[in-house]
């Protein structure tokens, strides 16, 4: 099922000594995440991939042709392991790594669903032809798909095609599942699809945000195994006492390590992690990748030797991947890196499979771009708008004069039910800026028949102009929101021309423009110039009025099946605690 090594004579032989090893690292103080201790003047020997030797004296493995690295006062750790992120979004995965590689992790776990709510199991497929045969490990896991909105259930991966996908090595199990959807649903996918992964004996990964006592319990029944949803200390020992992994995230969504602190040292962490529930072109650019984590957790007082097992062996374990990465040890990858000390989770030195890919401030393995699929760059299935497209009559409205609205709330993820009015003219409703009230637009495209629903915002705070992003959260999607139908029109025809991307259009012109052509959500440019355009964006929308602290991740998320409390469809607004779908 997993890689292993074809040539374990080989193996045999070099930890024998009776043949030389490829490379030997030296006298360095070795992070032992199995016994908890830091093993001084230890040495290792490796051959090929794979670790042949850990001890006192490597030296009789060293051949003529043996790379030494003399690690004499600086720390050989294992390898990072990120197992809850969202590489599959915003980068190319060569250009990603170009950042990522230096901080040390050498092994990703991802999940997927960008690609497949782009193109379902096909785009899961060419998602893996992105991974294969990289520098470092890259896998993935099967994304739920939970989504608020019907059309974007027509990619929705099936009980039949997860069995297929599960066979694959690069497939770990199933991605995070929103519990609510699991087990408070009459529909019975989510259950199928977590009950076909533990039963290719791979693992269901959880997302219990909100959950406690039963509700929990009957969560982990289903068969979900971890959580990266802790918020609190409460939440931490809730989850831990249930049996669930619990991941402690540190990414650009949210920053919730530091729920740990009080725990330090009270409970045993051997059941958490550290991940960074994935990133954006800004936090990659300014912080790189995870070892920013792995150092913030060591400066809130966690042990750096228990930072980096949780950052190691624990994910492996919870993955049933320990004996292969996780740790420095014979027979395991040789994923090893050279810190200069514990307290300072900068390598410098970084190695994959046996191959230094890092050293010198340098990456030095081979980053090619792969050649996408040609299937992936036509995901926006949506005809070009007309401008009448988006009026609205008012006769609409459910309550006469009145219009209900979706109020984003000042953190710019929570959203509230409003009710405002609008202006009428002709009979139409329309937005109205000066007082913070812009239509919203949902455009289903996934399924070719572009269904849509146009209902009203307040929160998004532009006095003119209009954005539209495919980027849409759990939703195949083209979301737009503006104070003009005109500038509506040109940026949601601008992101169908493109087939995917962010734009912002004012005065009748195109103001901000990010392509986004590969299943709608992946730049095909470098990341700087990602993050130069996003930076782009942010500025545009502030120009234009909004005070959001990040425009598009507030715009991205009015879909998400997971924030509460309202959201928008293509069948109208979504609301969560009524669980309806309502109009104006
Ligand atoms: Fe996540």
């Known amino acids: 099922m997993f890689p292993y090594n074809a040539d374990n004579r080989n193996l045999v032989e070099t ?35 794979w670790i042949t030797y850990v001890g006192p004296d490597a030296d009789y493995a060293i051949g003529e042709n043996t790379r ?36 040390g992790t050498t092994t990703y776990m991802t999940e997927v669903e960008s690609y497949c709510f782009g193109l379902g199991v096909q785009g899961l497929n060419i998602f893996l032809d992105q991974i294969k045969d990289r520098p470092v490990k890259l896998y ?34 199933m991605g995070e599942s929103y519990w609510q959807n699991a087990i408070l649903t009459p529909d019975n996918r989510i259950l199928e699809l977590m009950q076909e992964t533990v039963k290719a004996g791979k693992s269901v990964q959880g997302h219990a945000a909100g959950a406690a006592d039963k509700r929990l319990g009957a969560y982990a029944c289903a068969g979900a195994v971890s959580c990266h949803e802790s918020v609190s200390p409460e939440d931490i020992l809730n989850r831990l006492q249930m049996g669930f992994w619990t991941f402690l995230r540190h990414g650009y969504i949210r920053e919730d390590v530091g729920s740990l602190k009080t725990l330090i040292g009270q409970i045993d962490l051997r059941r958490c992690i550290l991940c960074t529930d994935g990133i954006d072109a800004e936090s990659l650019v300014k912080r790189g990748y995870f070892n920013d984590v792995i150092q913030y957790a060591i400066s809130l007082g966690v042990p750096p030797l228990e930072a980096i097992r949780m950052s190691s062996l624990n994910c492996a374990e919870l993955y049933h991947m320990d004996h292969l990465i996780g740790g420095i040890a014979p027979g395991r990858y040789a994923d090893i890196l050279i810190l200069p000390s514990l307290d300072e989770i900068k390598p410098e030195i970084v190695i994959s499979n046996g191959s230094v890919i890092f050293e010198n401030d340098k990456v030095t393995a081979e980053l090619r771009r792969i050649p996408y699929n040609k299937k992936i760059f036509t995901t926006v299935n949506v005809p070009l708008m007309r401008q009448e497209d988006f009026t609205v009559p008012a006769a609409s409205c459910s ?3 009145k219009v209900r609205t979706i109020d984003i709330q000042s953190n710019g993820l929570v959203a509230k039910e409003g009710l405002a009015d609008a202006p009428v003219a002709d009979g139409k409703l329309l937005a109205d800026p000066v007082n913070d009230l812009l239509k919203l637009v949902f455009i289903d495209r996934a399924t070719g028949r572009a269904e849509k629903f146009i209902g009203f915002v307040r929160g998004i705070g532009m006095k003119s102009g209009a954005v539209a992003t495919t980027q849409a959260w759990d939703a195949s999607a083209i979301i737009a929101a503006g104070a003009s139908d005109e500038d509506i029109t040109l940026a949601v025809n601008t992101v169908i021309h493109h087939q995917g991307g962010a734009v912002i259009t004012a005065g009748g012109a195109i103001a901000a423009d990010i392509p986004f052509p590969v299943a709608g959500y992946v730049s095909d440019a470098p990341v700087e110039e990602i993050h130069a355009g996003m930076m782009d964006f942010q500025r545009k929308m502030e120009e234009l009025g909004s005070q959001l602290r990040s425009a598009h991740l507030t715009l991205v998320t009015l879909t998400s099946a997971a924030i509460p409390f309202i959201r928008i469809t293509e069948k109208g607004y979504f609301r969560f605690r009524e669980n309806d779908y309502v109009r104006i």
Request: aromatic share 8%.
């Open 15 to 49: 930890a024998l000594g009776n043949k030389k090893a490829d490379l030997v690292i030296r006298h360095g103080e070795l992070v032992d995440v199995y016994t908890g201790r830091v093993l001084p003047k230890y040495s290792v020997a490796v051959c090929g991939s």
């Open 140 to 173: 993935c896991t099967v994304p739920a798909m939970v989504s608020t909105s019907p059309a974007s259930g027509h990619f929705a991966i099936q009980p039949d095609e997860i069995r297929e996908l599960l066979q694959k090595e690069e497939v770990l199990g």
């Open 68 to 103: 030494v690295i003399e690690a004499e006062g600086r720390i050989i750790a294992p390898g990072f392991v990120d197992g809850h992120t969202h590489i599959a979004n915003f980068f190319d995965i060569a250009d990603f790594l170009k950042y990522a590689i230096p901080g």
């Open 399 to 401: 309550i006469p004069g």
